[in-house]
């Protein structure tokens, strides 16, 4: 077995939380998946996925935008909760 070193690394909390979980429904522990991105870094001979921004589709974008503005438009109604919203539309 290699002799391994100990590394302190620092993740945000929940990201951690997050990634924990997940790895354990898999079989794995941080040490583990950690050792293997790294063995995949030094096979790639860098990061061994893409890293960019997500791409939108044009609608999403503009569905974006649009709700921005009408949240911040005075003029728009008003709800407390889900049910009083759906009481405006007598459902």
Not at 12 to 32: I, P, R, W
């Amino acid at each position: 077995m290699a002799t391994t070193t100990p590394t302190q690394i620092r993740i945000e909390e929940n990201t951690k939380k997050q990634a924990v979980e997940l790895l354990e429904g898999l079989g794995l522990n941080l040490s583990d998946a950690v050792n293997m991105f790294l063995r995949q870094v030094i096979l790639h001979n860098g990061i061994p996925f893409e890293i960019k921004y997500p791409s939108l589709k044009p609608e999403v974008i503009e569905a974006m935008e649009e709700a921005k503005q009408i949240s911040r438009d005075p003029n728009t109604k008003r709800y407390n909760s889900f049910s009083e919203a759906l009481e405006d539309l007598d459902i």
